[in-house]
C-alpha cells in the first residue's frame, strides 16, 4: 500500500471542510472522524473525542448560528494531514451554545485546524486554534476593544492585581 501523497492529503481536508461545512452532512460521523479522535479546541479548553462527540459539537454549532459558513483560505498538506487556515462567519441567532445564549451578533473569525490523518484519510487528531478573546468580543461577552468599557476592566484588573501583589507581600 502507498501511502498519501501531500496532493492527497490536500485533497482530503478540503473534501472535509466541503461536506461538512457546505454540505452540512453529519449523516456519517465516521466519513470525517476515526473512531480513535482527539480535537483539540484551545480556545474554548475543550477536548472532544470519536466521531459522535465531533457530530454533536457541529450539530450544536449550526443550531446556534443557523447561516455558519467556513471559507477555506489555504490548506498546506503535510507527510501524515494538513494545516488548514480559514475563516468562519455567521449570526449567533439561534440555540445557546457553549451555555451561551444567542446574542445576535455577527462573528468573523479566521482561525486554523492542524489536522493527521490515518490510513483511511479519516481524521485521528486535530488541533483548532482560534482567537477566543475575539469571539468574546464579537459575541458581547467581552467589551469591544480600547471602549471605555475595555479600558475599565483592565483598569479594575490591574488593580486587583496590585492589591494581591501587596497582599501577599505584606500579609
Do not use: Q
Amino acid at each position: 500500500m502507498t501511502a498519501p501523497t501531500a496532493a492527497a492529503h490536500e485533497e482530503r481536508a478540503r473534501d472535509v471542510f466541503r461536506r461538512l461545512f457546505d454540505e452540512r452532512d453529519l449523516t456519517d460521523p465516521g466519513w470525517y472522524w476515526a473512531d480513535g479522535l482527539v480535537t483539540r479546541l484551545h480556545a474554548l479548553d475543550l477536548t472532544l473525542r470519536g466521531p459522535d462527540a465531533m457530530a454533536d459539537f457541529f450539530t450544536s454549532l449550526f443550531a446556534a448560528v443557523p447561516d455558519f459558513a467556513m471559507e477555506v483560505e489555504a490548506v498546506h498538506a503535510h507527510e501524515d494531514g494538513a494545516t488548514i487556515r480559514w475563516r468562519a462567519t455567521g449570526t449567533f441567532t439561534g440555540a445557546p451554545w457553549a451555555g451561551i445564549e444567542p446574542t445576535g451578533a455577527r462573528i468573523d473569525l479566521p482561525g486554523v485546524d492542524v489536522m493527521r490523518f490515518d490510513a483511511d484519510g479519516r481524521v485521528i487528531d486535530n488541533v483548532v486554534y482560534y482567537d477566543g478573546a475575539t469571539f468574546a468580543r464579537e459575541i458581547g461577552m467581552l467589551p469591544k476593544r480600547d471602549s471605555a468599557a475595555d479600558r475599565a476592566m483592565l483598569h479594575a484588573f490591574n488593580a486587583a492585581t496590585k492589591a494581591k501583589r501587596r497582599f501577599r507581600r505584606d500579609g
